[in-house]
């Protein structure tokens, strides 16, 4: 089996502050995946990458940057934090289509 | 734009019961579906997908799905303790490549001793 590794498990930051969160996978799998979840509002796709150096917009993308420069690693870069995106990013990979993504445990975001 | 909503937000089910969790999606030509499971404090883990009409049984677990009328509920039979987690229904975009799944809001399952 494989594991995902986030880091750090807790961030917390100021107000119009760049924040960066990682994720490293050793399953070898393809596409990864960053995920922000809400109180209430379930999982809403950020962006996702399916090769090394692919980078794909999800549905919010907007004030946030990623970047996979290898295949095993995939950073999300809050690029300046507002209080009103505290929450949850969760990290996930898969092998393919169809396939079940597999999550990290996540980073919570404060913003102070 | 797909909209996938859960029902009910929360449910209260005496252990060795039957939990039943609904949801509804609006894109029809959607044809892949998963159930994930969250426990406090981890990421969601997958349960399991369904993707013909009719039933999947996965041991306590079995998922319906009706594409016709845009429905996929998952039951959970002799409910344990540990099944206590926020439950998710994720629908699989057409777009083609990478999977894009449209998560609902979760149903937080309490499963009472």
């Known amino acids: 089996g494989g594991i995902i590794t986030q880091t750090p498990k807790f961030l917390i930051g100021q107000e119009g502050q760049k924040l960066t969160l990682k994720c490293q996978q050793n399953?070898?799998?393809?596409?990864m995946y960053w995920y922000r979840q809400d109180s209430g509002k379930g999982l809403r796709l950020i962006y996702y990458?399916?090769?090394?150096?692919?980078?794909q917009k999800g549905d919010l993308s907007e004030g946030y940057d990623a970047s996979r420069e290898k295949k095993s690693s995939f950073s999300l870069t809050v690029t300046s934090a507002q209080k009103n995106e505290m929450a949850v990013f969760l990290c996930?990979?898969?092998?393919?289509?169809?396939?079940?993504?597999?999550f990290g445990p996540g980073t919570r975001l404060t913003v102070l | 734009q797909q909209k996938v909503q859960q029902s009910p937000e929360s449910l209260i089910v005496p252990e060795g019961g039957m939990a039943s969790l609904n949801c509804t999606f609006s894109?029809?030509?959607?044809?892949y579906f998963w159930w994930y499971r969250q426990h406090s404090g981890e990421g969601p883990k997958a349960l399991m997908?369904?993707?013909?009409?009719g039933d999947k049984k996965e041991g306590r677990f079995t998922a319906h799905l009706n594409k016709a009328s845009l429905y996929v509920s998952l039951h959970i039979k002799d409910s344990q303790p540990s099944d206590s987690a926020l439950y998710f229904c994720?629908?699989?975009?057409?777009?083609?490549?990478?999977?894009?799944?449209?998560f609902g809001k979760g149903t937080q399952l309490i499963i009472q001793p």
């Open positions: 399953f070898n799998h393809d596409t």
């Open positions: 996930a990979s898969s092998p393919g289509q169809y396939a079940e993504q597999f």
């Open positions: 990458s399916i090769t090394e150096n692919d980078l």
């Open positions: 994720a629908v699989r975009r057409n777009t083609g490549g990478a999977d894009r799944l449209t």
């Open positions: 997908s369904i993707f013909s009409n």
């Open positions: 894109d029809r030509n959607s044809q």
